[in-house]
């Protein structure tokens, strides 16, 4: 009998010239796995590297061969990994059809974009990015403007689109502030959220109630755009939008005309709907908004973290064990796992 085989077949720009770390190379040995490593650009690389691979491996967002159209290169297939959270690179609906479980590693990103969805809040209450531009231009505004900083974090309210891992480390990191949560997340039992101190509301509700919103959604057919006109004319004049998830989940055009016709007051933003986004994008213009280029998920813990979480992932599908962590449920899968 054939030992189980994982094919990593697609690596991202940021760790594609670097070596794959020896203790990776060593686990698989030891457990009795045969790995394969190779870039594929291609059907036919996939094929040929991963046509009888039970686990095909995806690292990262760029790559453009894991598609619908490609899966029947792969017949052994049982698991696609995912190193990363979002899996909008990897076509879900079509693997769950074929029985393909779609595992992924979110709990390596959950701490740094909580961290980075903290940080675009603060920088945009207390104008950190427009106050740091000034002094450096000889501007010294510190009775200017401060008299015009317009929110402040203790007592407010907090909205969150989305109760998964990141934005239930963000409530805990905010606790001290004394803040209400309100969440809208119709995957999540109540009792989870109103364990974790937050409320559970309607969509509506955490718009036009919370001071600041933050979305934490994943980005499928069903998310796409689902923050448009009539979700951010619900919002409040003096509210701050926050967006670490992904892109597309907001109409971004109507995101520039909410900030400059001031349907809102502010936003953070680490995503936009084309990446890398265009140089003339009109965000660029407005000085009520902090940007970052998709960086919320880096850290100096996130490529180790990747390399663990894919590696136990891959051992435990091999031990006939289901993922801790998984995009499709409704998966009824070619293997019988315990």
């Known amino acids: ?39 594929c650009t291609t059907r036919d690389e996939m094929a040929s590297l991963a046509g009888d691979a039970d686990v095909v491996w995806v690292f990262g967002d760029h790559q453009d061969v894991m598609t619908s159209e490609n899966l ?33 590693t979110p709990t390596a ?11 675009l809040l603060f920088a945009v209450i207390r104008h950190i990015p427009f106050l740091d531009r000034g002094i450096r231009a000889g501007k010294w505004q510190q009775v200017e403007v401060g008299r015009k900083l317009g929110w402040h974090l203790q007592g407010n309210t907090l909205g969150l689109i989305g109760f998964g891992n990141i ?10 502030f004394e803040l209400t949560v309100l969440v809208y997340d119709p995957y999540v039992e109540k009792d989870v959220i109103t364990s974790a101190g937050a409320v559970s509301e309607t969509m509506e509700n955490v718009l036009s109630k919370s001071d600041f919103v933050s979305v934490h959604c994943p980005y499928t057919k069903d998310t796409y755009h689902l923050i448009g006109e009539r979700e951010l004319r619900l919002m409040q004049p003096n509210a701050i939008f926050i967006n670490t998830s992904r892109g597309p989940v907001v109409d971004e055009p109507v995101l520039v005309r909410a900030l400059t016709e001031k349907w809102i007051a502010a936003a953070g ?50 031990h006939g064990s289901w993922p801790r962590s998984y995009v499709n449920p409704g998966v009824k899968p070619r293997w019988n796992l315990k």
């Not at 990103?109 to 969805?117: M, N, Y």
């Not at 934005?167 to 905010?174: F, M």
């Open 1 to 39: 009998m054939p030992n189980f085989k994982v094919a990593l077949i697609a690596r991202d720009d940021s760790t594609r010239e670097d070596p794959i770390p020896q203790w990776v190379l060593d686990t698989f040995q030891k457990e009795g796995i045969d790995f394969v490593s190779e870039e």
């Open 72 to 104: 029947d290169v792969i017949p052994q297939c049982g698991a696609i990994i995912r190193t990363g959270s979002g899996c909008d690179n990897v076509p879900v609906d079509a693997a769950t059809e074929l029985g393909i479980i779609v595992a992924n």
């Open 109 to 119: 990103v959950s701490g740094p974009v909580s961290e980075h969805t903290i940080g």
């Open 167 to 176: 934005p239930r480390l963000v409530v805990k990191k905010l606790s001290g």
């Open 269 to 318: 933003l680490d995503v936009f709907e084309q990446e890398p986004t265009d140089p003339g994008n009109p965000l660029f213009k407005l000085d009520n908004v902090v940007l970052t280029p998709h960086t919320a998920g880096y850290a100096d813990t996130t490529l180790p973290d990747f390399w663990q979480l894919s590696v136990e992932t891959a051992v435990d599908l091999s």
